[in-house]
Nanobody, 115 residues
Framework: QVQLVESGGGLVQAGGSLRLSCAAS????????MSWYRQTPGKQREMVAS???????NYADSVKGRFTISRDNAKNTVYLEMNRLKPEDTAVYYC?????????WGQGTLVNVSS
C-alpha cells in the first residue's frame, strides 16, 4: 500500500507563487509515475504535471513555463512549484502515484488564486 499526504495549498494573489508537497509512504519502490492533477467543481480532474521514476517530466500546456514538478527521492516527496499563478489555476490539487498494479490519490489541497 502507498499513502500520499499533500500540503502547501492556500490563498495567494494572482502573480504569486506556491509550492505543493506530496509525501509518499509505504510500498514506494513500485511507483513508476508521480503526478499532480487538479479539479474544479463540475469539471473533470485534469493532469497538471507528472514525473517518472527516472525524472522525465510532462506538463499540461496551460502550466508550461510556470509550474515545475520535482522529486526528492531521499524524502520520498514530490513537489509542484507554481509561479505566476492565475485565477484560473484555482482548484483542488491532488497527488497521484501510479504503478503497474495500483493508482493512489492523496486527499487534495486547495489552491485559491485571487484576482
Amino acid at each position: 500500500q502507498v499513502q500520499l499526504v499533500e500540503s502547501g495549498g492556500g490563498l495567494v494573489q494572482a502573480g504569486g507563487s506556491l509550492r505543493l508537497s506530496c509525501a509518499a509512504s509505504g510500498s514506494i519502490f513500485s511507483i513508476n509515475l508521480m503526478s499532480w492533477y487538479r479539479q474544479t467543481p463540475g469539471k473533470q480532474r485534469e493532469m497538471v504535471a507528472s514525473i517518472t521514476r527516472s525524472g522525465v517530466t510532462n506538463y499540461a500546456d496551460s502550466v508550461k513555463g510556470r509550474f515545475t514538478i520535482s522529486r526528492d527521492n531521499a524524502k520520498n516527496t514530490v513537489y509542484l512549484e507554481m509561479n505566476r499563478l492565475k485565477p484560473e489555476d484555482t482548484a483542488v490539487y491532488y497527488c497521484n502515484a501510479w504503478a503497474a498494479t495500483f493508482s493512489r490519490w492523496g486527499q487534495g489541497t486547495l489552491v485559491n488564486v485571487s484576482s
